[in-house]
């Protein structure tokens, strides 16, 4: 079986500050993949990373960073300088390797507001 | 624009009524899904198909169906038997797994079903 926990179910920071969201995935294969998606307040999931268990890079994209520890199981999320436009939810999903169904297990989202 | 549509965007439903929610895609894709989301909670899959004429029951399937005759279109209808169906319900597609498995899934707007 499969799980994702995103123990953070809300964090509230002000603009520029940095923020981590934090998640922490169970599941018996050796190989996966790991996903970020953003869910602002128009409801529509946006695709932002998408990592294999093989690959334990970190990986940054202009003020995104995903930090992956395979010891530990966890796949955290960093915003650096955060802007008020940064504010939504924010899904961290896990998929079994050779998934030809695209199966992903969802955690519970961790709401992020950024305030002025 | 390539993308994902759904409609409506809003839904009042009186109790014990049938009701049809639209998921149209034109990325070519083949595979679709159909998600519920609960407030403050992730996501939960319904149904899902792969290929046309095709689709096999998710998590919470019961009080659902599904039909797949295009590969465009992916529609979910709610029916009576759904004892709770007031959620937001969020359409995705993705490229075959069977060709390429693990791939990221696109997602509508979603449709926001209430019912009275």
């Known amino acids: 079986a499969q799980k994702v926990t995103q123990a953070q179910t809300e964090i509230s920071v002000v603009e520029k500050e940095d923020v981590t969201l934090d998640c922490v995935y169970e599941?018996?294969?050796?190989?996966?993949?790991l996903f970020w998606y953003k869910q602002p307040p128009s409801g529509e999931l946006v695709f932002l990373i998408r990592?294999?268990?093989?690959?334990?890079q970190n990986e940054i994209s202009g003020r995104y960073s995903w930090n992956f520890q395979k010891s530990t199981s966890s796949f955290n999320f960093t915003i650096t300088a955060s802007q008020v436009v940064d504010s939504a939810v924010y899904f961290c999903?896990?998929?079994?390797?050779?998934?030809?169904?695209?199966?992903?297990?969802f955690g519970g989202g961790t709401r992020l507001m950024v305030k002025p | 624009d390539g993308g994902i549509t759904q409609s409506p965007k809003y839904l009042f439903r009186k109790e014990g009524q049938n009701v049809t929610l639209s998921c149209e895609q034109n990325?070519?894709?083949?595979?679709m899904y159909w998600y519920r989301q609960d407030p403050g909670q992730g996501l939960r899959l319904i149904y899902y198909?792969?290929?046309?004429?095709?689709?096999q029951k998710g998590d919470i399937a019961e009080g659902y169906s599904v039909s797949r005759e295009k590969k465009e279109s992916f529609p979910l209808t709610v029916t009576s038997a759904q004892k709770n169906p007031t959620a937001f319900y969020l359409c995705?597609?993705?490229?075959?797994?069977?060709?390429?498995?693990?791939?990221?899934?696109?997602f509508g707007p979603g449709t926001r079903l209430t019912v009275l």
């Open positions: 198909s792969q290929i046309v004429n095709d689709f």
């Open positions: 999903a896990l998929s079994p390797h050779n998934n030809a169904g695209n199966m992903l297990t």
């Open positions: 990325l070519n894709h083949d595979a």
């Open positions: 990592r294999n268990s093989f690959d334990e």
């Open positions: 599941t018996r294969d050796t190989t996966y993949y």
């Open positions: 995705a597609s993705s490229i075959s797994g069977r060709a390429r498995p693990n791939n990221e899934q696109f």
